[in-house]
């Protein structure tokens, strides 16, 4: 098995950053690591991934000029700096892994584990 944990959610004013972590444990061969969240009374959001091979990052449109993405394979561990947060953001955020995309990187379809989220809250 894959264990995920999330760490570094909280309370944050609009305008203000958090960076979110997600450390990984067990069998981790997976090819992907990205990040959803989830609103109140919303359906699950794609926000960023990345490859465990490859620097190349993929950002939902939330995401584009604010948030960033990385990954450390030998801490086991990938990372959501987000900058210039505002309300809308308010969200559980989630790490997952996926063993292979099959058809796209923003499908969550394609990704077999999950952590148990971390909250995020921007509110003044």
């Known amino acids: 098995q894959v264990q995920l944990v999330e760490s570094g959610g909280g309370l944050v004013q609009p305008g203000g950053s958090l960076r979110l972590s997600c450390a990984a444990s067990?069998?981790?061969?997976?090819?992907?690591v990205g990040w959803f969240r989830q609103a109140p009374g919303k359906e699950r959001e794609f926000v960023a991934a990345?490859?465990?091979?490859?620097?190349?990052?993929y950002y939902g449109a939330p995401a584009q000029g604010r948030f960033t993405i990385t990954r450390d394979n030998t801490k086991k561990a990938s990372y959501l700096q987000m900058n210039r947060l505002e309300p809308e953001d308010t969200a559980v955020y989630y790490c997952?892994?996926?063993?292979?995309?099959?058809?796209?990187?923003?499908?969550?379809?394609?990704?077999?584990?999950w952590g148990q989220g971390t909250q995020v809250i921007v509110s003044s």
């Open positions: 067990g069998r981790t061969s997976s090819s992907y």
């Open positions: 997952a892994a996926s063993m292979g995309i099959t058809d796209s990187i923003t499908n969550q379809n394609n990704y077999q584990f």
């Open positions: 990345i490859s465990w091979s490859y620097d190349s990052p």
